[in-house]
């Protein structure tokens, strides 16, 4: 039966794990293990963004049906990197490894020991690998010229390791991966409406519950700069840093803005981390058109950093007003005329009855 254990580890473990691949030696309570000395692990973050503080543990497990019971194993190992400045790679490298030169062996038998992944500091946004690996071991009696059992027990490692889910034997570095849950959130400003101004900005304000202080987010969509009533045109915010005052962005009919949004081509590549609180308000929300936020009639929501999926839809409307000033100036002389015709009427009924 073939299996594999992958294990990216440091370059003196991996010269370890090649020095001696199958010296073995004998104990009285059972064999004791003294070939490879340890199996290296790793675990791989990609879309990484700003700095993190990464923890991941693994286990080396006996699987049931072992001729016996394992002594001397180092389990779990953690591997962890703290403040990672993931914005000039994007990708984080943490590991680890296995220390074997304990394990002791009670019999002869073929063995199987189970690699896998039980702890990320913080499984939302940077979430487990489920994947396993399977590392074989096996100890049998030494026979002499003859082929007669000598007594003498040793036991030997596979120079492979079993990937489970590619169902593939690899090489001897059990490799973890998996990308950063880290999102982003979207605003969209559409204008409806036979009275509106598709050319008008729409002011919002944007704000931020969980974040650092000092955070950099990219904001990308506004125009560069735009026109007010109150100065010729003022620049909008391209990289927004968290702080006492909400963002402040500038929409007109059609734009949309993405906050956060991790780019290869960003300044900071700053994204948000899932399970942030933030309210979106739109500033000035008696202007005369009617404001509706993701279909409810409100000008401001409240939400949560999800994965991908953060957009907030905003329509502005305003519709033509029917003038009804023109009949409210005329029914006074409209009144007269009816009158005066009702009067015609009777002066001739009378003429006529004479």
Request: glycine residues 8%; proline residues 4%; aromatic residues 10%.
């Amino acid at each position: 039966m073939e299996k594999i254990i992958k294990i990216g580890a440091v370059a003196a473990l991996a010269a370890a794990v090649f020095l001696t691949p199958h010296a073995m030696t004998s104990a009285a309570s059972g064999v004791r293990f003294t070939g490879r000395t340890s199996i290296p692990v790793k675990h791989t973050v990609t879309n990484l963004s700003g700095k993190v503080n990464l923890q991941y543990k693994f286990t080396f497990t006996p699987k049931e049906g072992n001729p016996g019971e394992v002594t001397g194993i180092n389990s779990p190992v953690t591997a962890a990197a703290i403040d990672y400045d993931a914005t000039k790679s994007k990708t984080a490298l943490v590991d680890c490894a296995f220390n074997l030169t304990g394990l002791t062996f009670p019999k002869v038998g073929d063995y199987v020991f189970e690699i896998a992944e039980v702890y990320s500091g913080d499984p939302v946004n940077f979430p487990i690998d489920s994947n396993r690996y399977e590392a074989y071991f096996h100890v049998y009696n030494v026979v002499d010229g003859g082929g007669n059992p000598t007594g003498e027990l040793r036991v030997e490692m596979d120079d492979w390791l079993y990937n489970v889910k590619d169902e593939a034997k690899v090489g001897l570095s059990a490799n973890f991966n998996s990308e950063s849950g880290y999102s982003y959130i979207s605003l969209a400003n559409a204008v409806t409406g036979a009275a509106s101004d598709t050319d008008k900005y729409f002011k919002y304000q944007v704000s931020f519950d969980g974040l650092a202080d000092g955070t950099k987010l990219d904001v990308v969509g506004q125009d560069a700069e735009i026109a007010t009533g109150e100065r010729a045109t003022i620049p909008t915010v391209r990289e927004y840093t968290v702080g006492d005052e909400p963002l402040v962005v500038y929409l007109k009919h059609g734009q949309e803005v993405t906050i956060g949004q991790y780019d290869d081509g960003a300044k900071s590549a700053s994204e948000l981390p899932q399970g942030v609180s933030y309210e979106i308000e739109k500033v000035d929300a008696d202007d005369g058109y009617t404001t509706k936020m993701d279909g409810e009639a409100v000008a401001s929501v409240e939400k949560t950093v999800a994965a991908r999926d953060n957009l907030t839809s905003v329509t502005n409307n305003k519709e033509a007003s029917v003038n009804t000033g023109a009949f409210v100036n005329v029914w006074p002389f409209v009144a007269v005329a009816v009158l005066s015709l009702s009067g015609v009427v009777i002066m001739r009924k009378v003429a006529k009855s004479i």
